[in-house]
């Protein structure tokens, strides 16, 4: 199973994909792959010393070696760098959790292909066709470390929304630039809901995308979050992804 989580930031992508990476390693060994340039899925899965994790596109000199670059000049780069080594190397495993801090794509996103932006998208698509293992990608509000071969081995985009008009005008972005670029299959979830109206107005703004499932609002996860630190331990949170990850493998199968 190949998932992105992507959405607005502040919707709880972090929190649900880190929740997911739980659900799924009690079956085996899962990839999980941080893309936000805040990133902060380490500290959320219980990896120590999450804020000292380096990013993958801040490692320059690597990455320059890898793609044939000599610092500070202009050149051509390497189309196919030798990568897969790296997902060993470059990650922390913690039980059946291999995570992988990748960063931001620089400035200029998709279009602008510096080597480290190269780097990234190579490298994310050996994680997604070339590795075997469940992989979660937390990302951004876009696509932006898609190639057309990784949004294409992509099973599922999964947009995280809550009950607001521009969190879910995100997700609609979201879903016509996965269709542009050859994602199968792009499902919302309806996150941080409290009423019945909250869900019934998230449905019905996202029009065609299929909402798979709703996360109640949960005021002890965002004390936990605000003062603790982490989000990781919610039951209600634990269950809605649960049975999302039945509902999908269901599809797959
Ligand atoms: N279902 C929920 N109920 C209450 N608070 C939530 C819920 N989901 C996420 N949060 C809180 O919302 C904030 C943003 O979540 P986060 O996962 O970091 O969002 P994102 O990764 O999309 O920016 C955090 O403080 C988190 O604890
Ligand atoms: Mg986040």
């Known amino acids: 199973m190949k998932i992105a989580f992507t959405g607005k930031g502040g919707v709880g992508k972090t929190t649900l994909a880190s929740i997911f990476v739980n659900v799924l390693s009690k079956e085996g060994e899962v990839l999980a792959i941080d893309c936000d340039p805040d990133s902060n899925l380490a500290r959320n899965l219980g990896f120590g010393d999450a804020e000292k994790i380096k990013p993958i596109v801040k490692m320059e000199d690597m990455i320059n070696k890898r793609m044939g670059v000599e610092k500070g000049k202009k050149s051509f ?3 196919n760098p030798k990568i897969d080594d790296i997902p060993d190397k470059f990650s922390r495993t913690n039980g059946n959790v291999k995570l992988i801090v990748m960063g931001a794509v620089k400035e200029g996103g998709a279009g602008c292909m510096c080597p480290e932006n190269a780097f990234v998208k190579n490298l994310i698509s050996h994680l997604v066709l070339k590795r075997d293992e469940n992989l ?9 470390h898609f190639g057309r071969g990784t949004a294409e081995g992509c099973n599922f985009v999964l947009a995280v929304v809550e009950p607001s008009l521009n969190s879910i005008q995100t997700a609609k972005n979201v879903n016509e630039l996965a269709k542009d670029i050859g994602v199968k299959k792009v499902y919302a979830i309806g996150n941080k809901v409290r009423t019945v109206a909250d869900k019934t107005f998230i449905e019905k ?37 649960e049975k999302i990850k039945n509902l999908l493998k269901e599809e797959l199968s």
Do not use: R
Request: charged share 35%.
């Open 136 to 144: 979660v990608m937390d990302m951004e509000a876009g696509l932006e």
């Open 77 to 79: 780069y390497k189309l």
């Open 205 to 241: 703004e996202l029009g065609k995308i299929k909402l798979i499932e709703t996360i109640d609002f949960d005021e002890e996860l965002l004390k936990q979050d605000k003062y603790e630190g982490f989000s990781v331990v919610s039951k209600k949170i634990s269950t809605g992804m």
